[in-house]
Each structure stands twice: as C-alpha cells, then as structure tokens.
C-alpha cells in the first residue's frame, strides 16, 4: 500500500494537518495497520519535497501549532494515474505458512501439528472479523475491508487443508532434496 497515494487521496478533500489525515487514514482503512505519526509527518515532508503537496498554512487554536497542508495540482495529477493504475499480481508469493512448513520438516518438527495451530489462529482471526463487520452500526468501510481479509484468510485455510492432505508427499520431498 502507498502511504504517499493514501495521504493525497485524503488531502484531495481539502487541507488537512498530520494528526486528522493519521485519524482519517485508520477510520478509512480500520483492518490495515494504523499509521504512526511519524510516518505522516515524513511522508507529507517528502510530499512537499517532491511538489506533490504544499503547506496551506499554521494554526494553533489553542493547542500546539499544526501545519495544514494541501495537494498540489501535481499532486491530484500523481493521485489520478496511481488510482488508474492496474495493481499487477504478485509474480512470486512469499508465504510465511509454507515456509515454516517447510522449515518444520528440515528441522524435525511436527508440520500438521503445526498446520493445525496456525489454522486455530486462522480461525480465531475470522470470528474478530466476522463480530466487526456484523456488529450494529458498521459503517461499509470497515465491512468491506473485514470481507477482504476474510477472504484472504479463507484462501489461507483452504491451501492449509490441501497441503495437510498433501503432507506425507511433501515431506518425502523435502528431505529428499
């Protein structure tokens, strides 16, 4: 995910400081990981460095000064051909499950023993989801990124099923490698 393209699909709302486009981005995107505010400030930094936004100006309303920054015309340009842009599939998958399969039975270990722990997990991760996105007054967002990742986490647990089934194949392969 591009924090830059998110942080100027935010900004195309109107100015913003760092602190709203953080609390804005989490609302947004409830399943992916929260912003640090760190990561804001340099990346709007970088954003102005590169002309794709500009500061729009400092206020402090009581508090501490906050800076308000805004896209450039560059910017809604940059944001418009990323947006269009087709998100090509992952030439390779790196899959953290497979390899700890994998390293399990070079190792000795008990890879369906393994399988079915991180399937408990699997599971457990699906009902939190499955309680988020049906619980009273979810707004679509959140509905929509807990069906993505409901998804992906099925697709997890479907191959976890096929490669325990496949298991005995797979470790007369690995050790015979």
């Known amino acids: 995910m591009s924090t830059r393209h998110i942080l100027l699909g935010l900004l195309a709302s109107g100015p913003s400081h760092g602190y709203d486009l953080k609390r804005r981005h989490d609302a947004r995107f409830p399943e992916a990981r929260p912003l640090a505010y760190g990561q804001v400030y340099t990346t709007l930094q970088r954003l102005v460095r590169d002309g794709l936004a500009e500061v729009d100006g400092t206020a402090s309303d009581g508090g501490p000064e906050r800076t308000a920054y805004r896209a450039t015309n560059e910017g809604t340009r940059e944001l418009a051909r990323w947006a269009a842009e087709i998100a090509p599939p992952a030439p390779f998958v790196t899959n953290e499950i497979f390899a700890k399969v994998v390293v399990s039975i070079l190792t000795g270990g008990d890879a369906g023993a393994y399988l079915l722990a991180q399937r408990a997990a699997h ?45 005995t194949t797979l470790t007369a392969e690995v050790r015979t490698a």
Not at 133 to 150: F, Q
């Open 123 to 167: 599971m457990g991760r699906m009902r939190e989801l499955t309680a988020v996105k049906t619980a009273p007054g979810t707004d679509l967002t959140t509905v929509l990124s807990a069906d993505y990742a409901l998804n992906h986490l099925d697709a997890d647990l479907r191959w976890m099923t096929t490669t325990a089934a496949r298991l």
